[in-house]
């Protein structure tokens, strides 16, 4: 069935470094791809999406392209800040004529000032 | 935009009791969704509602486990005969008609069973 996998974190970094967090999926047919985010002690939100091949999604500055030839969705950021510590989550939305979004098991970001 | 509201916050129950959460959706909202999340875990699909027909349901979903939406409005979860391993994080999320719309999520409904 459909699934998605993410890098384990936790990931650290610096204030003002590059972040990546790879993410790649498996699914039949065309999926649409989303990152969600949860900060601390609140829900999850959604951060961007993208909808088909080489779409890229963008919010807050993070970014992430569809790449349908390598199935990944690599969610990035040029430069980080502390309030961007959070658990990033991508998902996708199943393809099989359901309405079943599918999660990731998470990547908990801390960024260090 | 009130927001996905959920009820209650936090329940502790001993095992064996039952145990029903309530979620009020976005009022033009038509999908309704269940998700359980456990610590360092993504969110676990258990069912969803297009108003008031449920449409899904997970196969890893035990028979214990029952979701209502009448009218298509607010839904409940009720767990029956709750084990040790039910204890997780209960989540909530709606969205409206729109096949890649995105989701507005509950603050979720943290279950402990002792």
């Known amino acids: 069935g459909d699934s998605v996998t993410q890098m384990e974190g936790p990931v650290t970094l610096s204030e003002e470094a590059f972040l990546t967090i790879n993410c790649t999926y498996t699914?039949?047919?065309?999926?649409?791809l989303f990152w969600y985010v949860q900060y601390p002690g609140e829900g999850l939100q959604l951060l961007l999406k993208a909808t088909k091949a080489d779409d890229k999604g963008s919010n807050k500055g993070f970014e992430a392209t569809y790449r349908k030839e390598t199935t990944s969705f690599h969610l990035e950021k040029g430069s980080v800040q502390v309030s961007d510590s959070a658990v990033y989550f991508c998902?996708?939305?199943?393809?099989?004529?359901?309405?079943?979004?599918?999660f990731g098991t998470g990547t908990r970001l801390k960024v260090l000032a | 935009d009130t927001g996905v509201s959920q009820d209650p916050r936090h329940k502790i129950t001993k095992r064996g009791q039952n145990v029903t959460f309530r979620c009020d959706p976005i009022s033009e909202h038509n999908r309704l969704y269940w998700y359980r999340q456990t610590l360092g875990q993504g969110p676990e699909f258990l069912t969803y509602f297009q108003n008031e027909a449920q449409l899904e349901k997970s196969r890893l979903l035990s028979d214990r486990f029952s979701a209502e939406r009448p009218k298509g409005s607010f839904s409940t979860l009720e767990i029956q005969r709750t084990e040790q391993g039910d204890s997780a994080m209960y989540l909530c999320a709606s969205s409206w008609t729109g096949y890649k719309e995105k989701l507005f999520f509950g603050s979720g409904t943290q279950l402990s069973v002792l």
């Open positions: 699914a039949t047919g065309y999926p649409s």
């Open positions: 998902a996708l939305i199943a393809t099989s004529g359901t309405y079943k979004y599918i």
